[in-house]
């Protein structure tokens, strides 16, 4: 079975711009949610998609946004990138309950 | 501030050494899950523990969830270089809004 995938893998910008991640949890699951992490902050929670919609969401500005498909795989959207957005960001997929989150690789955003 | 608090941060031993990583929250939760991180990767999960008191073992690795369900333990016993890496705890809890809490990490270096 194959693992969770993101792309793309890493990404540069500018300040100002806009990005869009994607991610194709594993084959079945449901959920899917995104976190970012930083040397500083470590890992913190963004929002959580099961089944095309919304369930969870962290304390994050609404700059940051996302969606899911109808397949499950998702997309995270970060508009007017500022310097401090540089982080690796993490989707992980699971089944749909509260349970085992399985992680992609992550996409390593820096902004220039 | 950070739910869960991973102490010690930083952890560098010789070879063959024992070792212990704390958990602790003030929050209670309804599971607790461990997980590894290399460079460049995503976490990959190690275990969930959801029963307070629940001791449950991989190998080396021994992992414990406090009776109250607010700590939990990660001990290996004679570590080796490939048990390098970024120990992470994430608990989830009904109350907290279900989705995944990570803390602050430890960072374990097993020196040849």
């Known amino acids: 079975k194959a693992g969770v995938t993101q792309t793309p893998r890493y990404l540069i910008k500018t300040r100002g711009q806009q990005v869009t991640l994607s991610c194709s949890p594993i084959s079945g699951h449901r959920s899917v949610s995104w976190y970012q992490q930083t040397p500083g902050q470590g890992l913190q929670f963004l929002f959580e998609y099961f089944s095309e919609t919304q369930r969870n969401k962290g304390n994050f500005p609404g700059r940051f946004s996302g969606r899911q498909f109808s397949n499950s795989r998702s997309e995270m959207n970060v508009s007017t990138l500022e310097l401090g957005d540089s982080a690796l960001y993490l989707c992980?997929?699971?089944?749909?309950?509260?349970?085992?989150?399985?992680f992609g690789p992550g996409t390593r955003l820096t902004v220039l | 501030t950070q739910l869960l608090e991973q102490s010690p941060q930083f952890l560098s031993i010789q070879e063959g050494e024992n070792l212990t990583v704390y958990c602790n929250s003030s929050?209670?939760?309804?599971?607790l899950q461990w997980y590894r991180q290399e460079p460049g990767e995503g976490p990959v999960l190690l275990v969930t523990v959801v029963t307070g008191g629940e001791v449950k073992k991989l190998k080396r690795l021994t992992f414990q969830f406090g009776d109250a369900r607010k700590d939990s333990s990660l001990h290996i016993t004679a570590a080796q270089p490939g048990d390098t890496g970024l120990y992470l705890c994430?608990?989830?809890?009904?109350?907290?809004?279900?989705?995944?809490?990570f803390g602050t990490g430890t960072s374990l270096t097993v020196i040849p």
């Open positions: 992980a997929s699971t089944t749909g309950g509260y349970n085992e989150q399985f």
């Open positions: 994430a608990g989830q809890s009904n109350i907290l809004g279900n989705q995944f809490y």
């Open positions: 929050s209670v939760f309804s599971s």
